[in-house]
C-alpha cells in the first residue's frame, strides 16, 4: 500500500467530516534552513484553529528504513520544526483547553507494516502523547489506520502510543474485526506479534 492511496483516505475522510477544513498535500516548511515535506497538512477551525500534521508509512518507506529509529526521526523533525516554520506559526489563546496542534504517524494496515511495528513496538510505544508546540498544547499520535473500505467517515486509528500498545489486550480488541489491519495481523507470524505468548 502507497502513501498516495494513504493520502487520498485521509484528505477524503476530512472532507466527509469536518466543514470546510483546508487540507494540502506534500506541505513544505522550512524553518530556519531546516526544511522538510509533511505528507498531509489539515487546518480545522472548531470553533480554534487546530491543525493536523500527518506523516503516512505505506510499506516502500518501511522496507526503505534503517528501522524504527529513522522513521521517528523524520517524525520528530516535523513535530519540531513544522510549526517553527513562521507560515505554520501556532499562537496560544488564553482560554484555550483543547491541543492546538495534532501529529499523527500512521501506518498503512498491511503484513509489511505490521511486522515493522511489531519488531520495534518498544520505540513506538515511548512517544508520549503529551506535546507542546511553545506555548500550545498538543498530542502525538503513532497508529495503525483502519476503515479503509468503507465509508470515508469511518476512517480511524489504532493507537500504538497511548494506553493500548502493540501486543496488549486492550490493542486486539481496538483491532476492528475483519479489517484489513485484522487481517494483516493474522497475516504475521504469531511469535512475532506476541513473542511472550501471552495473548
Known amino acids: 500500500m502507497r502513501e498516495d492511496e494513504l493520502a487520498t483516505h485521509v484528505v477524503d ?19 530556519d534552513g531546516r526544511r522538510g515535506v509533511v505528507d498531509v497538512y489539515v487546518r480545522l477551525q472548531s470553533p480554534e484553529r487546530v491543525d493536523h500534521v500527518i506523516e503516512l508509512k505505506g510499506d516502500a518507506a518501511v522496507r526503505e528504513a534503517t528501522g524504527a529509529n529513522e522513521v521517528l526521526r523524520q517524525y520528530r523533525r516535523m513535530e519540531r520544526y513544522f510549526h517553527a516554520d513562521a507560515a505554520h506559526e501556532l499562537r496560544p489563546k488564553l482560554r484555550r483547553t483543547e491541543p492546538g496542534a495534532r501529529f499523527l504517524l500512521c501506518f498503512a494496515p498491511t503484513p509489511t507494516c505490521v511486522y515493522h511495528v511489531a519488531t520495534h513496538r518498544a520505540l513506538y510505544a515511548s512517544v508520549d502523547p503529551a506535546a507542546r508546540v511553545d506555548d500550545v498544547p498538543a498530542v502525538r499520535t503513532v497508529a495503525f489506520l483502519t ?13 500504538l502510543n497511548a494506553d493500548a500498545p502493540f501486543g496488549s489486550e486492550a490493542f486486539f480488541e481496538a483491532v476492528p474485526r475483519g479489517s484489513r489491519l485484522a487481517d494483516s495481523l493474522d497475516r504475521v507470524d504469531d511469535e512475532v506479534i506476541d513473542p511472550d505468548g501471552s495473548n
Open 13 to 31: 475522510h476530512y472532507a466527509a467530516v469536518h466543514e470546510n477544513p483546508e487540507i494540502r498535500l506534500e506541505e513544505p516548511y522550512d524553518a
Open 147 to 159: 476503515g479503509l473500505d468503507g465509508d470515508p467517515a469511518d476512517l480511524g486509528v489504532v493507537s
